[in-house]
């Protein structure tokens, strides 16, 4: 009887290899894309391994309350990196936000002084976006000048000393609690979720991202390039008052000093996330992701009493692996 069974199906090689290369580049590009998610799972794995405390809520509580504020630094950094621009103010702004909400706390109350800190903030704001935009300055080198003027005025303001106020209240934002959580964790969620709606679900958002990737192209579709460009800084001013404010209820003193490292790690945070420097590209949960590896990495350093020195080292690897990312992602694209 003739043989009936079916006869093995033969498949070319040039079909295996075009598959096993489609495989590949769909794991690069996984890597690349979601490259920091990965990292993330793999440091808090490692932080479990070496810190057996980490997952006790009151040590997280601990981690998300001691990095609130550059958070909410970083979210108001995101809007200007994703525009195409960069701010080194933020450290001033957030100095000069401390020290005012400080000083007027006894003779315009807490709700007043919270109004001069925004107030302030948005002031400083609109100075760093004009001359970006209207005098065309290089952004690095208009925030690092600004930076100087505003880090000046928190020395004017506080006339070189540490102002303590004597409002009963003043304490409550910094440590203040609402149903168990810090209310410094509530601001960040806040700041977070506004950010990424802002970001992802307005003609707004969408704008930031046009004009960070083309700005041209953008002006010549009929964009007002300059004002949304302005308005970022604008955004991250205001993040940093705010922040500033906050430090300075939770420590119950306004200095001048303060905030000195804080634009280095906004930027380290959004560009381990995988917010591009070149702009145009990025997203809000991306800051978390750079936020949460940098939290949990100072975390466990900080439980293995790991010098301040090695940890500076680490965490500037770190940056520079994320941005070699960022520049390797975009070779690839083109």
């Given at each position: 009887?003739p043989?009936?069974?079916?006869?093995?199906i033969?498949?070319?090689?040039?079909?295996?290899d075009?598959?096993?290369?489609?495989?590949?580049?769909?794991?690069v590009?996984?890597?690349?894309?979601y490259?920091m998610?990965?990292?993330?799972?793999?440091?808090?794995t490692?932080?479990?391994?070496?810190?057996p405390?980490?997952l006790?809520?009151?040590?997280?509580?601990?981690?998300l309350?001691q990095?609130a504020?550059v958070?909410i630094?970083?979210?108001g950094?995101?809007?200007?990196?994703?525009?195409g621009?960069?701010?080194l103010?933020?450290?001033?702004?957030?100095?000069?936000g401390a020290?005012?909400?400080?000083?007027?706390?006894?003779?315009?109350?807490l709700?007043?002084?919270?109004?001069?800190v925004?107030?302030?903030?948005l002031?400083?704001g609109?100075?760093?976006?004009l001359?970006v935009?209207?005098l065309?300055?290089?952004?690095?080198?208009?925030?690092?000048g600004t930076g100087s003027?505003?880090?000046?005025l928190?020395?004017?303001?506080?006339n070189s000393a540490p102002?303590t106020?004597?409002?009963?209240?003043?304490s409550?934002?910094?440590?203040?609690?609402?149903?168990?959580?810090?209310?410094?964790?509530?601001?960040?969620?806040?700041?977070?979720?506004l950010?990424?709606?802002v970001l992802?679900r307005?003609?707004?958002?969408?704008?930031?991202?046009?004009?960070g990737?083309?700005?041209?192209?953008?002006?010549?579709?009929?964009?007002?390039?300059d004002?949304l460009?302005g308005?970022t800084y604008?955004i991250?001013?205001?993040?940093?008052?705010?922040?500033?404010?906050?430090?300075?209820?939770r420590?119950?003193?306004?200095?001048a000093d303060?905030g000195?490292?804080?634009a280095?790690?906004?930027?380290?945070?959004?560009?381990?996330?995988?917010?591009s420097?070149?702009?145009?590209?990025?997203?809000m949960w991306?800051?978390v992701?750079?936020?949460?590896i940098?939290?949990?990495?100072?975390n466990?350093?900080?439980?293995?009493?790991?010098?301040?020195?090695?940890?500076l080292?680490i965490?500037g690897?770190?940056?520079?692996?994320?941005?070699?990312?960022?520049?390797?992602s975009?070779s690839r694209?083109?």
């Amino acid at each position: 009887m003739p043989d009936t069974s079916a006869s093995p199906i033969h498949v070319p090689t040039s079909a295996k290899d075009g598959t096993a290369r489609q495989v590949r580049e769909a794991l690069v590009r996984s890597f690349v894309e979601y490259g920091m998610v990965w990292a993330l799972l793999a440091v808090m794995t490692a932080a479990v391994v070496f810190h057996p405390r980490f997952l006790d809520p009151i040590n997280l509580t601990n981690v998300l309350s001691q990095n609130a504020l550059v958070g909410i630094v970083a979210i108001g950094m995101t809007f200007v990196i994703i525009g195409g621009g960069f701010d080194l103010s933020v450290g001033a702004i957030f100095a000069l936000g401390a020290v005012v909400y400080a000083k007027w706390a006894d003779p315009f109350g807490l709700w007043g002084a919270a109004g001069c800190v925004f107030a302030v903030s948005l002031v400083c704001g609109t100075v760093n976006g004009l001359i970006v935009t209207k005098l065309r300055v290089n952004p690095f080198v208009a925030t690092l000048g600004t930076g100087s003027v505003f880090g000046g005025l928190a020395y004017i303001v506080s006339n070189s000393a540490p102002l303590t106020p004597s409002h009963l209240g003043f304490s409550l934002l910094g440590t203040g609690r609402l149903l168990g959580i810090p209310i410094s964790i509530w601001l960040l969620i806040l700041a977070f979720v506004l950010g990424a709606l802002v970001l992802s679900r307005t003609v707004y958002g969408r704008s930031i991202f046009a004009i960070g990737g083309n700005s041209e192209a953008a002006r010549l579709s009929g964009m007002p390039v300059d004002l949304l460009r302005g308005s970022t800084y604008m955004i991250t001013a205001i993040c940093s008052g705010l922040a500033g404010m906050v430090l300075a209820s939770r420590l119950g003193v306004g200095q001048a000093d303060m905030g000195s490292s804080i634009a280095l790690d906004a930027i380290a945070i959004v560009v381990i996330g995988g917010t591009s420097l070149m702009g145009g590209e990025g997203a809000m949960w991306r800051t978390v992701i750079g936020l949460l590896i940098l939290a949990t990495l100072s975390n466990v350093f900080n439980a293995l009493a790991l010098s301040s020195n090695y940890q500076l080292v680490i965490k500037g690897t770190i940056v520079v692996g994320a941005v070699a990312l960022d520049v390797f992602s975009r070779s690839r694209r083109t």
